[in-house]
């Protein structure tokens, strides 16, 4: 006789139950990781800041003021946040903070972050600062503490 005959109805209808969910399963596992696949090609570790590591200057009739930093995002189309270790050199002096608010059509800036400014002669420890008249104005905020050699 033949060999599938002799089988039990039950025994047959569970294993291919087993099979099919097992078959499921895997056909479910490999979708989910073609779509994990499409979303990170498309979003590859996307940063947070819209510019990285960058540049602008101050410019007026006497010195130039550079100004760079490690991350800036877009506010408006004038105004840039400045992030992470943002520095303004000249000539004269530099100033180091956290975070500054930069516009570049009026040319000013904006910080209430923690601020130390450095010349030759003098250092000065802020909460904040302006910088206003294309660089010719600078104004301290907050506890400041300045130390004159």
């Known amino acids: 006789m033949n060999f599938f005959l002799h089988l039990n109805r039950k025994i047959l209808l569970i294993l291919s ?3 099919f969910l ?3 399963i895997f056909i479910y596992i490999k979708q989910i990781s073609s779509y994990k696949n499409i979303i990170d090609t498309q979003n590859p570790n996307l ?3 819209d510019i990285e590591e960058p540049k602008f200057a101050i410019n007026n009739n006497k010195k130039k003021i550079n100004i760079t930093a490690m991350e800036g995002n877009f506010i408006n189309k004038d105004e840039i946040l400045l ?3 943002v520095k303004f050199k000249s000539n004269d002096f530099s100033i180091e903070t956290d975070n500054v608010i930069f516009n570049r059509n009026k040319q000013t800036a904006q910080s209430k972050t923690r601020s130390l400014f450095k010349s030759n002669n003098t250092t000065i420890f802020s909460e ?3 910088i206003n008249d294309k660089g010719n ?3 301290f905020y907050g506890n400041s503490l300045i130390v004159l050699k």
């Open 17 to 19: 139950l087993i099979i």
């Open 22 to 24: 097992l078959f499921a």
């Open 47 to 49: 940063p947070n800041a």
């Open 83 to 85: 992030k992470k270790n």
């Open 128 to 130: 904040g600062f302006d």
């Open 137 to 139: 104005r600078i104004i």
